[in-house]
């Protein structure tokens, strides 16, 4: 995960807030997905994205929404319709295509206060 | 529709070697995956087989998969302390992709 980063670590929100986590990655991968962990849970897939310009919705996209202006960002906004928006946002990277093996960012943890 | 399963805890010694188990129900996965994840981390790749192999070993760690029965194991030899972590299996849906992730095994090592 050296070459993908996201900020902030920590993010507090007050309700009715929305707020926009950044995804970033250097190593030239044309996919990038984000992916919701909740305590005792497996990752649930929100919205990825197979190439610029071009994103598709996950298992759990509503209250959410993405971009993708540029190869190396994927930001991810959770807007004040997202009903429990309390977990930890993890972002991947891959090359892409049916062989795609993904790669992890460190995470951002966001609470809703 | 697809599953992933995976028992909740894991307890060994130190020393010892680590079986985590994971079941999943879509034959037509291409690829799965083990991840291991520490306190607060993001999640680190371990190591992944291809559907048409049955065993993959790399340094301590050796995945075996049965794909009749949809059984994929990690064993972790000699485990150490370093090892505590939370590991994910996860399965790769034929021709899409979407990674299908189970629960996690957490795995903790004591002398």
């Known amino acids: 995960d050296g070459g993908i980063t996201q900020s902030p670590k920590y993010l507090f929100r007050k309700e009715g807030q929305n707020v926009t986590l950044s995804c970033e990655q250097n190593?030239?991968?044309?996919?990038m997905y984000w992916y919701r962990q909740d305590p005792g849970q497996g990752l649930r897939l929100i919205y990825y994205s197979q190439i610029v310009n071009d994103f598709q919705k996950g298992d759990i996209a509503e209250g959410y929404s993405v971009s993708r202006e540029k190869k190396e960002s994927f930001p991810l906004t959770v807007t004040s319709a997202q009903k429990n928006p309390t977990a930890f946002y993890l972002c991947a990277t891959g090359k892409g295509g049916n062989t795609d093996t993904q790669y992890f960012g460190p995470g951002t943890r966001l609470t809703v206060l | 529709g697809e599953d992933v399963e995976q028992s909740l805890f894991l307890s060994v010694r130190e020393g010892d070697s680590s079986v985590i188990n994971c079941t999943y129900t879509?034959?037509?996965?291409?690829?799965l995956y083990w991840y291991k994840q520490e306190p607060g981390a993001g999640l680190q790749l371990l190591t992944y087989?291809?559907?048409?192999?049955d065993m993959k070993q790399d340094q301590r760690l050796t995945v075996l998969l049965n794909k009749k029965d949809k059984h994929l194991s990690l064993r972790i030899a000699d485990t150490q302390t370093g090892d505590s972590a939370i590991y994910f299996c996860a399965e790769r849906s034929g021709g899409y992709n979407k990674l299908i992730f189970g629960a996690g095994t957490r795995l903790a090592v004591h002398p």
């Open positions: 879509d034959s037509s996965s291409t690829y």
């Open positions: 190593l030239n991968h044309d996919a």
């Open positions: 087989i291809f559907s048409n192999m």
